[in-house]
């Protein structure tokens, strides 16, 4: 696959800014890297699928043995049987509701994409609280605990709020991430309101918190946000599933 390196680049988040916008937009452009990007998902989905099957496999065989050995000691068998299939069903139980989550984590892996505060800092705007900057100089630099340490000096600058809940974001602390990203849709006048709801949106499928990322995805797709077509396209993959 030609378009190996780039797919697994883009899938980690790690194409620089001017590189994930050419890719993006050869994306929508050129049939083969889209086709290989496909295919290379489906081929992930099957690997967990071969987990899968490869764990139940491994259970029915601790269950034939237990039968055997029950037998051998002249135990019921009918206990260890209705044992194992309680845990048989527990496990696919488990699995049914892992799928799920794991769908919108991988969901949130291969459509979040690190921000990048590059063009705020060229910028050099003069009206940006110092700390915002230097919180900015931090984020870019991967420090992402003193890029937060900073931003809560000017927590009610809205750009701040961003950039923290990003921040936020990149150490895994995906509901403090939350908590910023709702505060600037709430105040909903100003430049960030399409991103907030983008990273909120992908904030829940991180946390496997469905309908409320349905809820914002839709809200998304049925507005003229630049995300839009992003998020019709994790919706149609939910309800494919």
Same mark, same amino acid.
């Given at each position: 696959m030609e378009n190996l390196k780039k797919i697994e680049? &883009? !899938?980690r988040g #790690? !194409? #620089? @800014?001017d590189d994930l916008w050419e890719f993006k937009r050869t994306l929508e452009t050129d049939p083969q890297l889209a086709s290989d990007l496909r295919s290379y998902i489906e081929l992930k989905k099957m690997m967990v699928q071969t987990k899968k099957i490869d764990m139940m496999e491994k259970l029915q065989t601790i269950h034939e043995n237990e039968q055997k050995k029950r037998r051998f000691l002249g135990l019921p068998v009918y206990s260890a049987v209705a044992a194992a299939l309680l845990l048989l069903a527990a496990v696919g139980g488990g699995i049914l509701l892992m799928?799920? *989550?794991n769908q919108q984590q991988k969901l949130f892996e291969q459509y979040y994409t690190s921000e990048s505060g590059s063009f705020a800092l060229r910028s050099g705007n003069s009206t940006i609280d110092q700390p915002v900057m230097q919180g900015l100089?931090? $984020? #870019?630099? *991967?420090? &992402?605990t003193s890029a937060v340490k900073m931003f809560n000096m000017s927590s009610e600058n809205l750009m701040?709020? !961003? $950039?923290?809940g990003l921040s936020f974001v990149e150490l895994a602390d995906y509901n403090?991430?939350?908590l910023d990203f709702q505060a600037i849709i709430d105040h909903n006048d100003n430049l960030f309101v399409d991103q907030a709801q983008w990273y909120l949106a992908?904030? $829940?499928?991180?946390? %496997?918190?469905?309908d409320k990322? %349905? @809820?914002q995805l839709n809200n998304i797709s049925s507005g003229r946000s630049i995300y839009k077509t992003k998020a019709q396209k994790i919706l149609k993959e939910l309800e494919d599933k």
């Open positions: 680049q &883009y !899938l #790690e !194409l #620089e @800014e799928q799920s *989550g100089q931090f $984020y #870019e630099s *991967g420090d &992402y701040s709020k !961003l $950039y923290r403090s991430a939350i992908l904030c $829940y499928l991180r946390t %496997n918190q469905s990322a %349905n @809820e």
